[in-house]
């Protein structure tokens, strides 16, 4: 069970030991490409009605990484911030991870070239692919490494500059897909913060969300998407509060992943949540894969939604098929 001290600011330095166990989020980042597209940009070119876009997506813009631009600089970047804050040394980094699917080259992975522009000088490094549910996947790696004591700091990033794997043409897809990173600093602590996290698969044998090597871009089919959207995230809602040992009125702020506002409100209502419950930062965002996660939380920080000792509820649901859900205790104790 979630311990469920409540304190009301962070450390001003955070420094575990090995051996300590029990990891804790002390810091969240983010870093976002400068160029802007607007909804209405795309709707013109493909043709589409005004708001055609916001009114199924709830997008109204989305931050597009120009062509020379790269990953692991914004993956370094937001990393970097997350670092800062926590007041943490890149020395003291023991490990960097980072969730995407669209890295600059195939090999090398993008966590050691983050590390190495971090000056995190004895930190291993590894990508983790899980699509959307990729940050989930790596929280779950860097948070178990830590409670085994075999670290006491981890760097784990979400960034994914989908906007490259996008057909221009493909209204499902270009209409929803950006660019971006967002990164947290994990801790080892004396107190367990970071609750169950599940992770659930289904093979896609019908190709869904589907990114082959034929063409390289991303395919979806948006209905289908959106039902088994729904029904995981919110299945997997009630399992991960519950493994938390709570309910869902103990939790106060849902951070789901951000593909869809209208799957954001479907689940809220099938959940019974009050809108101001569920973090919905779509609208200038879009839908940057490995990197919502994070770029919410960052996003619910900057506007005072999320403080420390908050119980938060993070999900998501992505290609593979595959999903899950965690609840943890915002920062670290004091």
Not at 60 to 78: D, G, I, K, M
Not at 81 to 109: F, H, K, R, Y
Not at 265 to 280: H, I, K, N, S
Not at 311 to 325: M, S
Request: hydrophobic share 45%; aromatic share 4%.
């Amino acid at each position: 069970m979630i311990a469920t001290a409540r304190p009301t600011t962070l450390p001003g330095r955070i420094r575990g030991s090995r051996g300590i166990g029990g990891a804790a989020v002390a810091s969240v980042g983010a870093s976002l490409p400068a160029g802007i597209v607007n909804s209405s940009e795309i709707e013109a070119r493909l043709g589409l009605a005004p708001d055609w876009i916001e009114r199924r997506t709830g997008i109204r813009q989305r931050h597009v990484a120009a062509p020379h631009e790269r990953l692991e600089t914004h993956a370094t970047a937001a990393a970097a911030s997350a670092l800062e804050q926590a007041g943490i040394d890149p020395a003291d980094v023991d490990l960097v991870l980072v969730a995407t699917s669209t890295p600059d080259e195939i090999m090398p992975n993008a966590a050691p070239l983050v590390a190495k522009a971090l000056g995190a000088t004895n930190a291993g490094g590894f990508d983790i692919g899980a699509a959307c549910s990729g940050f989930l996947a790596a929280l779950d790696t860097g948070a178990s490494i830590i409670d085994a004591g075999r670290a006491s700091c981890v760097v784990v990033i979400g960034a994914d500059f989908m906007t490259r794997i996008v057909d221009p043409a493909d209204r499902g897809t270009s209409a929803v897909f950006a660019d971006g990173a967002g990164a947290v600093v994990l801790v080892a602590t004396g107190e367990t913060r970071i609750g169950p996290i599940l992770i659930r698969s289904d093979g896609d044998t019908e190709g869904i969300i589907h990114f082959g090597r034929e063409d390289q871009l991303i395919r979806m089919v948006g209905h289908e998407t959106y039902k088994l959207a729904v029904a995981k995230l919110s299945e997997t809602t009630a399992e991960a509060v519950a493994a938390a040992g709570f309910e869902l009125d103990d939790i106060d702020l849902f951070v789901y992943h951000q593909a869809n506002a209208r799957i954001l409100t479907a689940v809220g209502e099938r959940l019974g949540l009050r809108p101001e419950r569920v973090v919905d930062c779509i609208s200038d965002l879009g839908n940057t894969t490995a990197a919502t996660l994070p770029l919410a939380l960052d996003h619910s920080v900057r506007c005072g939604r999320l403080r420390p000792g908050d119980r938060v509820l993070l999900a998501a649901f992505g290609a593979g098929f595959i999903w899950g859900a965690t609840v943890l205790e915002w920062g670290v104790a004091a």
